[in-house]
């Protein structure tokens, strides 16, 4: 496993200062992975293949006019392999949003009351247009991006979003350098809260109950509080909801980390399906697969995500409370930018209307889609979102 970080790293490196050789194949290369193999190979393999066809490609090999080519991109990297230098330089900028006052407009977001909530306010505003629709990829990856600005532009980070890597640590999600509730992760599970586990899936897909439910009891976010929400969470048990980002309710976080969840679908199978296999060879595919197929009990990877978090981050409203959504939306949004650089033919494609489910039923949405942010960030479209490489405003790959 670290060999093949290792390895991901030296090519990459290697990158700056070998010549391009061009491709002209638009056609996405054929990939073998063995099904067999563990989650972590198989995403180390898919991730090597993606980034060696960057490697090839001269339009971003070269220095592009906007200024972004794969000499000068960001780098997103696996909390796992930060320092701890790096993890607590991230978690003191996180605390920083949480203590800088909201720019939104208090008439319309009094619940707002940082410029964390800022972020959580603008999701729960746009909830009904960016889940389960042809919005929800691309304004969350703008989303991650805009949150990683405010980072580095108003309290100091230096770095990059990093990524939960949902793939490793399956077996025992307690050791997890994200959750393991030591000084360098982002909180561990909650305190035990009896309750009768979390409904997923549009409340189709019971998940049973971890050993938390309540407040995060160790780590850096040790009994963090949140203004905005719970709203419609999965978590069973909590009685103190609010309608809207109008009424606040000040209040701990609340996690119930999941075993269940990582096991049975952070899988090989689920992975290569997305990737490579029948559910990634449109967008489409690739768009209803890794959202999950709820009639068929099928969690999908993103919803996945959520759940084996729990408490707060069930809440499809209101998730972004958890100061780990950010690096779950960064593994999606990599899973993604891999899917895209393996299939350049359907990468600036776009599917879905503009409604959640599409109810009440909307028109398809187009690629000239605008994405609202709020006070987080200007209105961009969804294809300013496509090329991560793209420097209109992104330039950043994943490690
Ligand atoms: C090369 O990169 C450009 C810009 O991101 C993209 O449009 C094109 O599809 C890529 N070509 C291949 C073969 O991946
Ligand atoms: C979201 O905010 C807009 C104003 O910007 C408001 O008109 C709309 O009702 C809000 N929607 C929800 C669901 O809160
Ligand atoms: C707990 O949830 C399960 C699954 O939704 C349900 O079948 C069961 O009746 C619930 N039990 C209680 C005590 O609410
Ligand atoms: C792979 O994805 C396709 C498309 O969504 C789906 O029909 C198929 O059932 C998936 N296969 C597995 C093994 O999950
Ligand atoms: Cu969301």
């Not at 991730?47 to 220095?63: D, F, I, Y």
């Not at 909830?127 to 990829?137: A, K, P, Q």
């Not at 009440?360 to 942010?373: G, Q, S, V, W």
């Not at 490489?389 to 950043?396: D, Q, R, V």
Request: net charge neutral.
């Amino acid at each position: 496993m670290l060999l093949f970080h290792a390895v991901t790293a030296v090519h990459l490196l290697a990158a700056r200062f070998v010549a391009a050789v061009p491709v002209d194949a638009a056609e996405s290369p054929a990939i073998e992975i063995d099904p067999t193999a563990e989650p972590l190979d198989a995403l180390a393999q898919l991730q090597q293949q993606a980034v060696g066809l960057l490697e090839q490609n001269e339009s971003v090999t070269k220095r592009a006019p906007k200024g972004c080519s794969l000499a000068t991109t960001a780098l997103r990297r696996d909390w796992e392999y930060m320092t701890k230098v790096e993890r607590k330089a991230y978690i003191s900028a996180v605390q920083c949003l949480q203590k800088l006052p909201s720019k939104s407009d208090p008439t319309w977001a009094p619940a707002a009351k940082t410029r964390y909530d800022d972020f959580v306010a603008i999701h729960v505003n746009q909830t009904m247009y960016i889940h389960g629709n042809g919005l929800f990829l691309t304004w969350h990856r703008y989303f991650v991006w805009a949150y990683e600005q405010a980072l580095r532009n108003e309290c100091g980070y230096t770095g990059y979003q990093p990524y939960w890597n949902w793939f490793a640590h399956t077996d025992n999600i307690y050791k997890s350098p994200v959750f393991d509730g030591s000084d360098t992760s982002l909180g561990g599970d909650g305190e035990f809260f009896s309750h009768n586990g979390s409904l997923a899936g549009a409340s189709t897909i019971p998940i049973p109950s971890g050993q938390g439910g309540g407040c995060i009891k160790s780590g850096p976010f040790k009994n963090m509080q949140a203004n905005i929400g719970p709203i419609r969470p999965g978590m069973q048990g909590i009685t103190d909801l609010v309608p809207d980002i109008t009424v606040q309710n000040h209040r701990c976080l609340r996690r119930d980390l999941s075993s269940y969840i990582p096991k049975k679908w952070f899988t090989t199978a689920n992975l290569l399906n997305v990737t490579i296999g029948a559910g990634s060879k449109t967008h489409k595919l690739f768009w209803t697969e890794i959202q999950g197929r709820y009639p068929d009990g099928f969690l999908g990877l993103h919803t996945s995500g959520h759940y084996t978090m729990g408490g707060d981050a069930t809440d499809l409203y209101s998730s972004v409370n958890d100061p780990a959504f950010w690096l779950h939306h960064a593994m999606l949004d990599r899973m993604y930018w891999i899917w895209q650089t393996l299939h350049p033919s359907e990468a600036n494609k776009v599917a879905g209307t503009l409604t959640l489910t599409n109810k009440p039923p909307t028109r398809d949405a187009t690629i000239d889609e605008p994405l609202n942010l709020g006070v987080n960030g200007d209105t961009k479209l969804i294809k300013d979102m496509f090329n991560t490489l793209g420097g209109t405003p992104l330039c950043y790959i994943y490690a």
